[in-house]
């Protein structure tokens, strides 16, 4: 319509031509439409809008019903005209039929009873005394009722009865009109604070049931709010229905629950466009449970408001009875009682509740809550509140009486719950089909109206039990069922005469059981294979609770009124009635006049002018205690951090005082507002920062917590530093406990992670467990990075002394003497001034390392077994592994299944013997061990052998073998031993090819001489000297290169590293033998073992002088530099790292010649090496058959020699061959090209350059 009025506008001559001032009174005067008849376009449409017809008409004549020919005039009379006896009556006379109002009337009955969905009302007396039994229509024919919606019975509760009697004899049953005439009065007041408390909205406003608000609301909504677009579930109540239809904005209906179907229509419109989301909470006819938490990310994601009909839940969830929107944060809510949570908490996104008090409170009406600017719109705009007669007083204090007593209680409703779960699991054992759903409603399915209809009439005659049935149009067709809602009166002995009467009904009635509906494919959860299982809402914890868990606020609570509820207030408080209510309100208890929510404090009368701000600055103190003192006694005993503990504790403390301070200024009587805070000034300072600390409390850790704490400590303001200085001292003496305790035993006593050490639990070695915090560093305590080390040190090695080494003598007396200073001498480390402490730490430090690198190189034998690894793991002692090849040839020639124990000890042995670890003491030679690797490694016994040098001592394991060494030990042996395997094999090969040349080859020569038949040619003669020498010469270019690789990695890599990385890092000066303890004695006797018997007096117990009041050891002179734990094992990792780092052996470095890396050039030689030893070895047997043959040959008689002349050709050949392969395909093809690159990408490496002129 309104875009046909901006086209008129620009197309019309006679609209554009006139204002729309004149338009406007034309209209008035009902002189438009003369104009429009003369329209060539309007005055037609209007001419054919007055002639048209229905397709069947039934147009009625009469006479003209007044004089006046003007019938737009306006509804008038005069005086006379009420009394004229000439006013003309309707004419009867014509002829024509009127319409048929009682066909149409009878028609549709007929139809509802044709479809067996016509309701009949039973004549149901529910007697108050005898709940939930009800009478009949004669007074003796008693029923058990299992469907009312007084679903927690207070319609019968004492309290309510009695509130509902008192106000009646006082203010009789009317309600005395609307709101705005005479139905506004002090239970409308009271009973609006109620609903808006227990939904912790701003307001509320009450109506005169649930279905007039719901129409009244949103029809509102819709026909004030320009295109707002609702969105409603397809199973909302018909009143939600109504006033969406009544609101006449436009609307989508999405699938019940289907959050996916919601957010795609809520997706279709921009977000500025108003939209409005109608749900409920709990849906009375299936029982189901809206996602009210999802539903509202979805309004806040498109910008929409929510509606939430809480009718079938207010009373019955929640620790309070608000409804399922409260049930969500339970725990929440019911530790808060009164008092409203966190903004985001479920209820508090909800924007508009409407609920009844119809149902679970027993009476009769309807109510709407949310914030006070939506509920004053409502109530000033509409009609379904203006113009409707209010609420009897009577039934408004029952309502009140009905809140206030659930609110207190959680008994009614866990009851209700107990006896619905009883009731579905008695139905579920012998097959009944209860519609599946969290909430009270049992919903029985049946299937047909009519079967519904015998069902609820069968269990009424028969049984005397009172179920509704539900037909269309409350549930679909072919959905039909009877609906049983229990309560806290179905206790199970009532619950089970229901079980056996419904079970007889379906029997007699043949009706579906859950089999039957499980074949037929299921309906509405009942039966289906894909419905997923239910969980009730109320959780067995939740059920478990008390009474006496609840909130004491709850009970009896005086609630201001609501604003919108209330008007201006005529008497206004001063100083005189404001101050006898200070002393409560100042320690946070709640009064008449001042009452406690989170965030604030709410008045309920108004103030004087001029004491805003002054209310305001003394509640403040107010609200701050309350607050912390709350959160002491919730946390009293439960904070697991020490540091926070002490605040706490401090915290209690000053709370105490502050209390007495309260009550001292009140006992002296004060005169005024301004006296109390004046007196009040230092406090509330003293409170700002000690909230402060406690909102830094909870979101920093507990070392953070003290650093924030010294921070405030060093502030600016005198009463800010003083304060928070007191709650240092305190908090402090925890963290020198987390530090006497590290010092002395090693003991790590912080469980909360708030020292800068740590134990990871997981881990396996001492330097992965003992973790080192730089972020936690107590630098602000006015220690250094440097102290702080030695600290961890100190613990650290404390530890390794303790558990690993068991020093337990030694640790002792270091204990009792260092604790005799900190504990006795002193009153522990927080009562040290900064130097003493530095100097403690430091001697502590001092004494730690030198006994700890005393006992390392001496009692543990460190060096030595340093050594011993370079000599046994990296072959640093050539002659023992020689023997091992030379002893072992034959052995590891077998295949490595034939390899036993017994065979490896004895090599072992012999080995050892005949070699210089012959020399080494027997229990360094006790720790070498032969065995064989997996074998997957290879099939034979030089694939598969391997040494091990046994560490076996914890202290050792730990010291060198930190990050798995003995693994890469066992690489870089397995590596170094296949070198000189290949070279022990090159050079035996040497040797059998001399004794080839002597033995063999030098017959050649004397049979040229001595026999005619058998001289072989100077040609072939000539070709085997070449062959051996050509042998001789591919195995020179071999064996060079073996010797260089194993030059290199002994001399240049390893033992270099030995010299740079341990002996250097180990001793002072340059090592002329064994880690010493020196003196100034002679040269002779200062070369004296680490702790000698002879210096064992040197660690009695000496007076420092640097340190006078405590007693320590004197230090043992060592000519090793004195490491840590960390620094002992970072240099047996820098050592090894830099020999398996090397580029010639490093995997991941690549020549930059050949982009290959060099380690698998290495391994291709190697191969090179194998396949030339087996045909070397295969030539030279070979050439030992060919002498016999030859020799064999003369020996017998012409023909047979004749013979024999094929087998030294066949002979030839195989040499031949043999010869091609090992200079044609290895020497020249594979080995010197391959030789070529290896050496350019040496050449090309500046670290290895040299070796390439040794290869």
């Known amino acids: 319509m309104e875009s046909l009025t901006k086209a008129s506008m620009k197309v019309c001559p ?35 809008r007055e002639y048209s017809q229905s397709s069947k008409p039934a147009a009625a004549s009469s006479a003209p019903a007044g004089s006046s020919s003007r019938v737009s005039a306006g509804y008038s009379f005069s005086g006379s005209d009420l009394v004229s006896n000439t006013m003309e009556i309707v004419d009867r006379s014509s002829q024509e039929k009127a319409f048929d109002y009682d066909g149409f009337l009878g028609s549709e009955i007929t139809k509802k009873r044709t479809d067996k969905s016509y309701r009949y009302f039973n004549n149901i007396n529910r007697l108050a005394e005898e709940f939930p039994k009800a009478h009949l229509g004669s007074e003796g024919e008693r029923v058990t009722v299992w469907c009312a919606n007084d679903y927690l019975g207070m319609g019968t509760n004492e309290k309510t009865i009695q509130a509902m009697k008192e106000t009646l004899d006082k203010y009789g049953a009317g309600a005395g009109g609307t709101r705005n005439i005479a139905g506004h009065n002090r239970h409308a007041i009271a009973l609006e604070a109620e609903l808006s408390t227990l939904h912790k909205h701003e307001a509320a406003l009450v109506f005169s049931s649930c279905f007039v608000a719901n129409d009244a609301v949103l029809s509102l909504l819709g026909q004030k709010m320009k295109d707002l677009v609702i969105f409603s579930d397809e199973l909302n109540h018909a009143s939600m229905i109504q006033g969406i239809r009544n609101s006449r904005a436009r609307k989508e209906v999405f699938k019940h629950n289907n959050l996916k179907d919601l957010e795609e229509r809520l997706a279709k419109y921009p977000r500025n466009t108003p939209k409005l989301i109608a749900f409920e909470s709990v849906y009375s006819m299936c029982g189901s449970i809206a996602p009210i938490e999802e539903i509202c990310d979805l309004a806040d994601k498109y910008g929409a408001l929510t509606f939430l009909d809480e009718v079938h839940a207010v009373g019955m969830y929640g620790p309070h009875g608000a409804g399922v929107a409260e049930h969500l944060n339970f725990e929440e809510h019911l530790q808060s009682g009164l008092n409203r949570i966190r903004p985001d908490s479920v209820m508090n996104r909800i924007d508009m509740v409407t609920g009844t008090l119809g149902k679970a409170y027993g009476v009769v009406g309807g109510y709407v809550t949310g914030k006070q600017s939506m509920i004053d719109w409502i109530r000033s705009f509409a009609p379904g509140f203006i113009f409707t ?172 009124p609501n604003a919108v509820s209330s008007g201006p207030f005529d008497d206004v ?421 001399v004794r080839l040349q002597k033995d063999h080859i030098s017959k050649l020569r004397v049979k040229n001489k001595s026999s005619t038949r058998t001289r072989i040619s100077k040609v072939r003669q000539g070709w085997f000297s070449k062959c051996l020498r050509t042998t001789n010469l591919i195995r020179f270019r071999l064996s060079k290169l073996v010797s260089a690789l194993l030059n290199f990695l002994s001399y240049d890599l390893i033992e270099q590293n030995f010299q740079e990385k341990i002996v250097k890092s180990a001793f002072k000066g340059t090592l002329t033998a064994s880690p010493q303890f020196t003196s100034s004695e002679s040269r002779k006797d200062r070369k004296l073992p680490i702790l000698d018997k002879a210096f064992a007096d040197a660690f009695a117990y000496q007076t420092s002088p640097s340190f006078p009041k405590i007693k320590r050891v004197s230090l043992a002179k060592l000519n090793v530099m004195e490491h840590t734990i960390d620094e002992l094992t970072a240099m047996h990792s820098k050592y090894l790292k830099g020999i398996y780092d090397c580029k010639l052996i490093n995997e991941n470095y690549k020549g930059k010649i050949s982009r290959e890396p060099l380690i698998d050039q290495i391994f291709s030689f190697m191969e090179i090496l194998f396949a030339f ?58 080995f010197e090209p391959r030789l070529d690159i290896f050496t350019k990408d040496l050449r090309a490496d500046l670290d290895l350059k040299d070796l390439s002129k040794m290869v």
């Open 14 to 48: 006679f609209v554009k031509s006139r204002s729309t001032h004149a338009l406007r009174q034309m209209s008035e005067a009902s002189t438009l439409s003369k104009h429009a008849r003369a329209c060539p376009f309007v005055g037609a449409a209007m001419a054919a």
């Open 389 to 560: 007669t209010s609420l009897p007083p009577a039934v408004m204090a029952g309502a009140s009486a009905s809140i206030r007593h659930q609110r207190s209680t959680l008994m009614d409703r866990i009851a209700q719950q107990k006896n619905t779960r009883y009731v579905k699991n008695n139905f579920g054992n012998i097959g009944i089909p209860v519609i599946p759903n969290p909430s009270h409603i049992v919903p029985v399915l049946v299937g047909n109206a009519a079967d519904a209809k015998k069902a609820s009439d069968l269990l009424l005659n028969k049984h005397n039990i009172y179920v509704q049935a539900i037909n269309f149009p409350t549930v679909p067709i072919g959905q039909e069922r009877l609906r049983i809602t229990p309560t806290p009166g179905h206790v199970p002995e009532i619950a089970n005469e229901l079980i056996g009467a419904v079970d007889s009904v379906f029997n007699e009635l043949n009706l579906k059981r859950v089999p039957a509906w499980e074949r037929e494919g299921g309906l509405c959860g009942v039966g289906e294979s894909n419905a997923q299982p239910v969980k009730h809402i109320w959780t067995d914890e939740q059920l478990s609770l008390q009474d006496g868990d609840l909130n004491p606020n709850v009970v009896n609570p005086v609630i201001a």
């Open 573 to 993: 408080l001063d100083d005189e009635a404001i101050l006898p209510f200070l002393p409560k309100t100042l320690v946070g208890l709640d009064t008449q006049l001042f009452t406690f929510t989170d965030t604030y404090i709410s008045i309920s009368s108004p103030l004087a002018r001029g004491l805003f701000q002054l209310i305001n600055d003394l509640c403040e103190p107010a609200i701050l205690y309350r607050r912390l003192h709350g959160s002491v006694e919730k946390l009293r005993g439960k904070n697991p951090s020490p540091i926070k503990a002490a605040f706490m504790q401090v915290l209690g403390s000053k709370l105490t005082s502050y209390a007495s301070d309260v009550s001292s200024i009140f006992h002296k009587n004060p005169r005024s507002l301004l006296h109390v805070y004046h007196e009040l000034q230092n406090v509330i300072i003293e409170l700002r920062t000690l909230a402060h600390l406690h909102q830094q409390m909870e979101v920093l850790d507990g070392f953070q917590f003290l650093e924030e704490t010294f921070k405030l400590a060093s502030f600016g303001d005198y009463l800010v530093r003083s304060s928070a200085s007191v709650v240092y001292d305190e908090l402090k003496k925890p963290y020198f406990q987390y530090m006497e305790h590290w010092i002395l035993r090693g003991e790590l006593v912080d469980s909360c992670n708030e020292f800068f050490v740590s134990f990871d639990a997981s881990a396996d070695h001492i330097n992965e467990i003992v973790k080192f915090h730089r972020e936690r560093l107590p630098l602000f305590m006015d220690f250094s990075e440097e102290d702080c080390n030695n600290i961890f040190q100190i613990g650290k090695t404390l530890i390794f002394l303790d558990k690993f080494c068991k020093e337990l003598e030694w640790l002792s007396a270091y204990v009792k003497h260092y604790s005799a200073y900190i504990f006795n001498e002193n009153s522990g480390l927080i009562t040290l001034d900064r130097n003493s402490l530095k100097t403690l730490f430091q001697v502590q430090f001092g004494e730690l390392i030198n006994y700890l690198n005393s006992i390392a190189y001496h009692k543990y034998d460190l060096f030595e077994h340093l050594s011993n690894l370079k000599k046994i793991m990296l072959i640093g002692s050539s002659d023992f592994v020689e023997s091992i090849n030379e002893r072992g040839l034959q052995m590891f020639n077998e295949p490595a299944s034939s390899l036993t124990s017994g065979k490896l000890a004895g090599l072992l042995s012999s080995a050892i013997d005949t070699s210089s670890i012959s020399m080494l003491p027997q229990r360094f030679q006790s720790r070498i061990d032969a065995r064989i690797l997996d074998l997957s490694h290879g099939s034979i016994g030089w694939d598969v052998f391997t040494l091990e040098y046994k560490l076996m001592d914890p202290p050792l394991e730990l010291l060198l073998n930190d990050k798995s060494q003995s693994t890469h030990y066992l690489r870089l042996f397995n590596f170094l031993w296949s070198l000189r395997h290949f070279q022990f094999l090159l050079n035996k090969n040497y040797v059998d090819y």
């Open 1173 to 1230: 030893i087996k045909s070397s070895e295969e030539f030279s047997s070979s050439v030992v058959s060919y002498v016999n043959l030859l020799d064999l040959s003369t020996s017998v008689d012409t023909n047979a020699g004749i013979a024999f002349e094929g087998d030294l050709e066949h002979l030839h050949v195989r040499l031949a061959d043999l010869m091609k392969v090992m200079y044609n395909d290895l020497f020249k093809n594979s």
